[in-house]
């Protein structure tokens, strides 16, 4: 098996915080903005001190930074407390032992992850967020039973079809209704002049439409997992550049491609699933029956090949297409397929275009 190591940021809220632990808290928190925007030291952790100038070379006066953690000093630790599950140490200049603070509860186990440096963030309402970045090494599974191939589009945020199933699954309805909700809800308060609330309706909106996206993502990945299947993803290049009018144009735009992509790709590595990205070009516009580029569109979701007359959904042909794409991918790179009925897939090495997801992403 092949090992990666994967990194993600977990957002906790600090709760239950007493007053004498919120007075120490702004305190480190203001002090730590005054010494990166002055030099000025009136009363910073040392080691935080060090950390900030080597996270922020640039500062901007009119900005606020979050408080830097370092690894080393960045204790979590589980309890059986009834505030809060995990419980961390805040490192304060002049107190010793930090000030402990409450977790607000969440699903994550910290104790299946290496704690990396983590940042303190202050909000505008005065809440505080600790901000912990986590890593810990994965193996990828070698041998694969299927195939599951998404085709990411502008009237659907992902069609998926598979090699153990018949029936292509369409994903997305919810995001387009809340796309077009806000879409003309800002249009409406734009007339009105009202900058404020269109700011206000923006944050809502992305969470919703984030929300959304992590239960599609996680249906993606545990339909791979019931079915050891390799997921196959078009490579997404080039797919805002188009020229088919203002309307798609606004929907293409409006679609969330590449973050529905990264969260697919950490939630399935995370669970030991490979994913690959296989080149896009001409999935759209190809036959996937019998591969003709003689096609027609009547509309945005029909598709007619001229050669052989096959009908389709759209984005159920660039599925399929993916997913020829990617069983001819999987050969080329040394994988063996045994037939008939088991047949398997077998990942010999990493190839090239193989992307698999190592960065960081927020919970």
Known sequence: MMEVEITKTIRCKLIGLTKRKRELLNSEYAHFQHFLKTGEDRGVYSATKQQGKRTYSKVDSNKEYPLVIRKDLMDIRKTNNKLATYWARIPICGVRGGVKVALAHQP??????????????????????????????????????????????????????????????????????????????????????????????????????????????????????????????????????????????????????????????????????AVIEVPEFNTSKQCSRCGSMRTERHSQGAFICSDCGYQINADVNGAKNILKRA?????????????????????????????????????
């Open 327 to 363: 069983v001819g991918y999987m050969l080329t790179v040394g994988a063996v397929v045994t037939q008939p009925e088991g047949e398997r897939f077998f990942l010999n090495h990493t190839p090239q275009p193989l992307k698999l997801h190592s960065g960081s992403h927020r919970l």
């Open 108 to 273: 994550f186990d910290f104790e299946n992850w290496e704690v990396c440096g983590s940042k303190l963030v202050k909000t505008k309402e005065g809440a505080f967020y600790l901000h912990v970045t986590v890593k810990k090494k994965v193996e990828l599974r070698k041998e694969y039973a299927s195939i599951i191939a998404i085709d990411i589009g502008a009237r659907w945020a992902a069609v998926s079809v598979a090699r153990h199933r018949i029936k292509p699954k369409f994903y997305g309805k919810r995001v387009r209704e809340i796309r077009g909700k806000y879409f003309w809800l800002r249009r409406k308060l734009g007339r009105a002049k009202k900058l404020r609330a269109i700011k206000k309706i923006g944050h809502k909106e992305r969470r919703l439409v984030n929300d959304e996206l992590h239960k599609i993502a996680k249906d993606i990945v545990d339909e791979a997992e019931r079915h050891n299947a390799i997921i196959a993803i078009g490579d997404l290049k080039g797919v805002r550049n188009n020229k088919r009018g203002r309307k798609v144009n606004r929907k293409v735009n409006s679609m969330p491609f590449y973050k529905l992509k990264e969260y697919i790709k950490y939630k399935a590595v995370e669970r030991g699933i």
